[in-house]
């Protein structure tokens, strides 16, 4: 085996030479090199600069991330207008930032489901309402296709906000194609989707904080408490993603209130539409297939 290698300190410079990247040898001209990235410290460091350096990089990390959760719920459509326009390190990338929205939600339900499944009644449990949505399908499905189609179903279903990652693209496309003439890129408009689809997936924490609430409460969900109260929240949610969209769509592009809203249907809409297709295309295909 070869022996490891010796750490030796580099000479100290010339009077009046730059000192250079230990990495990669190019002349220094701030606490960074501009050609490897690495920051400039010795080679020696003690443990307080290490974890100096973790600490202070998780809370400036953390800071912008807060910093960008404000212009995102306070200021619809403000984190695009500064992504299109250049200014883009002071807020979290678009796509981070979706997939922390994300990862809220899937914490979120994942708490949901396990009150869920610790409360509710047994009569409520998921096998029931796989063989429910069986029973509903047999009477318009070939016997044949009766399992396939459902377990299609239940996959489609089962996506959650997963499904959102995919048809973001086509929010995206649907502003391109109404604002495209504004000689901007497909990824400005792009991310403004994602920006929307943010506070989607948010809203959707939102609505899973009160099932959870309720389930806690009652010991049971809140679709079986209080049908109608579900039905709006869902509503709620929607209307609030429309609102979102609709003031996102105004200061990015510049247009006037009412040509915002009917533009908000290509990333609320839209989406849920392509979502159907897809869920239908799907269906069709299984039933063709010999």
């Not at 239940?154 to 649907?174: A, I, K, Q, S």
């Not at 105004?250 to 392509?274: H, N």
Request: charge should be positive; hydrophobic fraction near 50%.
């Amino acid at each position: 085996m070869d022996p490891l290698p010796s750490v030796e300190t580099p000479p100290a410079p010339a009077n009046g030479a730059r000192p250079a990247c230990l990495d990669c040898g190019t002349p220094l001209v701030g606490p960074y090199c501009h050609g490897c990235g690495q920051r400039d410290q010795p080679p020696d460091l003690p443990v307080r600069h290490i974890v100096a350096d973790a600490l202070g990089d998780a809370l400036a990390w953390d800071g912008r991330v807060l910093q960008t959760a404000r212009t995102l719920l306070r200021q619809p459509g403000a984190l695009a207008v500064d992504w299109a326009s250049g200014r883009r390190s002071r807020h979290v990338a678009p796509f981070r930032l979706y997939l922390l929205c994300s990862l809220l939600f899937v914490g979120v339900s994942a708490g949901y489901e396990l009150a869920k499944d610790a409360l509710v009644p047994v009569t409520e449990t998921a096998e029931e309402d796989a063989a429910q949505l069986r029973d509903n399908l047999r009477g318009g499905i070939p016997q044949g296709k009766t399992e396939a189609v459902a377990r299609y179903i239940e996959g489609m279903v089962g996506l959650g906000v997963r499904w959102m990652f995919v048809l973001m693209p086509l929010g995206g496309f649907g502003l391109y194609v109404l604002y495209g003439l504004r000689r901007r890129s497909y990824a400005a408009h792009f991310v403004l989707a994602i920006h929307v689809f943010c506070v989607v997936v948010l809203l959707l924490a939102v609505r899973r904080l009160i099932q959870l609430a309720v389930t806690l409460a009652t010991g049971d969900t809140l679709a079986h408490v209080n049908g109608t109260i579900n039905t709006l929240v869902i509503l709620a949610v929607f209307a609030a993603s429309y609102v979102y969209a609709t003031l996102s769509i105004r200061r990015f592009y510049g247009v006037s209130t009412i040509k915002a809203i009917a533009s908000a249907p290509a990333v609320t809409v839209g989406p849920v539409v392509a979502w159907i297709a897809l869920l239908l295309t799907g269906m069709f295909l299984i039933l063709a297939w010999p």
